[in-house]
């Protein structure tokens, strides 16, 4: 009698079993017959996941490699889940930690290695870890669907390292470009410009035109122009253009506009801070120039007696001149950490709503992230448990984008 009943249980078990799996098959055979309900699912997923869902069937492949596909994932509002310091990945969520992208930079054999040299919307500009002109290989990556593209060597002879720029927009830089500034021997410097429509590298257009029409503009020859060479982390791509804030003088602001490849050079749009004794240097370097979600940020110290206050300003898109968008005090920051307190800007990024909008400071042996609105800031990666305390190192935003490269 027990064997009975033990038999009934073990067989309503099974029989339940199997019409739950009988049902999630059910299921799973709707959605995946219908495209449409499928498309709507992948799209809610991160962009590191749909690259491995392509090896499913042959149809989700074809599904996912869709023009259409990629479009409509990319027209999402920009999802930045972390950011690279030097090659490691950080998750600006400490508690819900994404996975890495990649583990190492290794998608190209390069004997030299392979180091970032900027994001742009997603995509990464990388390049040989050497400084030897004749051996420094560029690349542009796309970490989320691995695919990479090897640029052309720059036509042309120069005796220093040319300053390269990525420029790339879902909306309004498709396909990317890659932007070159060279010096000549002479000193001036030259604008070459490559697409990833074309191939090819080719030299600036050298018609100028004219600003907004409440902002006068000095004309500038591309092919030959003098500007104080610039520093690869004061060069930003927002708004259609290439920006280059001086980094020893606010004052000195000049941008190229990529679409239509004119190079305008701006009267000053002064700040109203001071910088003559900033940290004690008679040429004070910018604390951060950079983009997100299409705002153009730069941070500053408003009165050089007191390094713990920041200003975040924003540049207006029609650049009639900058604004105060958020106000931050380090104080409590400083008192958590301690004497010998310093710290760098790493980022600024705002939210997908507007009190989730954070910054992301180094200080000594961590990186750190601090809410503008509610002052609240926590760890999010120890320098010296990784191996990284004492590094130069440089901060790359992570973007997710499908983008071709």
Sequence with gaps: ??????????????????????????????????????????????????????????????????????????????????????????????????????????????????????????????????????????????????????????????????????????????????????????????????????????????ELGCGPAHTPYQKVSIRSFSAQWPDDLNLVYWNKAIHYLCSTTFSKYLYFKVDDERLLKSLPLRLPVSYSSFYDDPKPRTLYFGESRGHLHLVAVPHRKNYLSLNVYEMWSDYSGWLVRYRVELDEVARMYGSGFGFDVCDVVRGEKEEDTFMVLRIPGKIIKYNVHDKSFEEMFNLITNNLHGVSLEVHRYTETLASV
């Design 1 to 206: 009698m027990v064997n009975t009943i033990a038999k009934i249980k073990k067989t309503q078990t099974t029989l339940k079993t199997s019409s739950i799996q009988d049902s999630y098959n059910q299921s799973a055979a709707l959605i995946g017959h219908n495209d449409d309900l499928l498309t709507e699912i992948l799209l809610r997923l991160p962009a590191a996941s749909i690259f491995p869902f392509k090896s499913v069937s042959k149809h989700w492949r074809w599904l996912l490699s869709q023009t259409s596909f990629t479009h409509r994932y990319d027209d999402k509002p920009s999802k930045s889940p972390g950011l690279f310091v030097g090659n490691a990945y950080v998750p600006f969520d400490a508690e819900n930690r994404s996975p890495p992208p990649f583990r190492t930079l290794d998608f190209c054999y390069d004997p030299r290695g392979i180091k970032i040299l900027q994001s742009c919307n997603g995509l990464l500009l990388c390049c040989s870890n050497t400084l030897i002109i004749d051996d420094r290989k560029y690349y542009v990556f796309n970490p989320n669907t691995k695919q990479f593209a090897v640029i052309p060597p720059v036509p042309g002879v120069t005796k220093t390292l040319p300053i390269m720029v990525l420029a790339f927009h879902r909306t309004d830089c498709v396909p990317y470009k890659v932007v070159c500034i060279r010096r000549r021997l002479d000193k001036k410097c030259q604008i070459l410009i490559y697409s990833s429509d074309t191939r090819n590298w080719k030299w600036a257009d050298e």
